[in-house]
């Protein structure tokens, strides 16, 4: 079964950038792949989703300073954050959609402070 682990969160100022990642333990090119995140006592919302086609959509607080991006091989699903800033904290999670259920990894912190 594939799984899916996430790394690249940690403690940043407001106004840098982080580089998180989602490493699939098989291939997941054709499943739609998304990253979500949820603060402590807040539901988890969407950050950013791409579809196998390639499309992307992202939630309204982060667009213009979050890029999703998957690599050639089907493997590996990045968020790019830019500009960030401390309502951005949280912790971070992938999830990808195969034909056999939605799988989620285990979440990365992303902390943003001065």
């Known amino acids: 079964q594939v799984q899916l682990v996430e790394s690249g969160g940690g403690l940043v100022q407001p106004g840098g950038s982080l580089r998180l990642s989602c490493a699939a333990s098989g291939s997941i090119r054709i499943a739609n792949v998304g990253w979500y995140r949820q603060a402590p006592g807040k539901q988890r919302e969407v950050v950013a989703t791409m579809s196998r086609w390639g499309a992307t959509s992202y939630g309204d607080s982060v667009k213009g300073r979050f890029t999703i991006s998957r690599d050639n091989t089907g493997i590996t699903v990045y968020l790019q954050m830019n500009s960030l800033k401390p309502e951005d904290t949280a912790t971070y999670f992938c999830?990808?959609?195969?034909?056999?259920?939605?799988?989620w990894g285990q979440g990365t912190q992303v902390t943003v402070s001065s």
């Open positions: 999830s990808a959609a195969l034909a056999t259920g939605t799988l």
